[in-house]
């Protein structure tokens, strides 16, 4: 089992930044993936952001690259979402995602693990 508590949300200006936190606890934190989804008022759960056990590789939804980075530190078992230049359809609640297995998960019906969500809210 693995448990996940994100932070770091809160109502943003566009153009602003912000960064979400999220602390894992229950396995060896290095060795499974996270992922961040985020899911806007009527729309399914999207896929934002994704980084592998070691933290050597990421993937970004083509939303947010340039503007959003998806990083981990081990040694705090916690990973981390810099979101930079927010636009008002960046709005939703941001979900921390942990995997079964090293690789992060792609797709919210395969994660297994799920924080309870953050609200971001990014006002015009």
């Known amino acids: 089992q693995v448990q996940l508590v994100e932070s770091g949300g809160g109502l943003v200006q566009a153009g602003g930044s912000l960064r979400l936190s999220c602390v894992a606890s229950?396995?060896?934190?290095?060795?499974?993936?996270i992922a961040w989804f985020r899911q806007a008022p009527g729309k399914d759960r999207d896929f934002v952001a994704g980084?592998?056990?070691?933290?050597?590789?990421?993937d970004y939804a083509d939303s947010v690259k340039g503007r959003f980075t998806i990083s981990r530190d081990n040694a705090k078992n916690t990973v981390y979402l810099q979101m930079n230049s927010l636009k008002p359809e960046d709005t939703a609640v941001y979900y921390c995602?942990?995997?079964?297995?090293?690789?992060?998960?792609?797709?919210?019906?395969?994660?297994?693990?799920w924080g309870q969500g953050t609200q971001v809210p990014v006002s015009s």
């Open positions: 995602v942990a995997s079964y297995f090293s690789n992060y998960c792609g797709r919210a019906d395969a994660c297994p693990y």
């Open positions: 980084i592998v056990g070691s933290g050597r590789s990421t």
């Open positions: 229950g396995r060896t934190f290095s060795s499974y993936g």
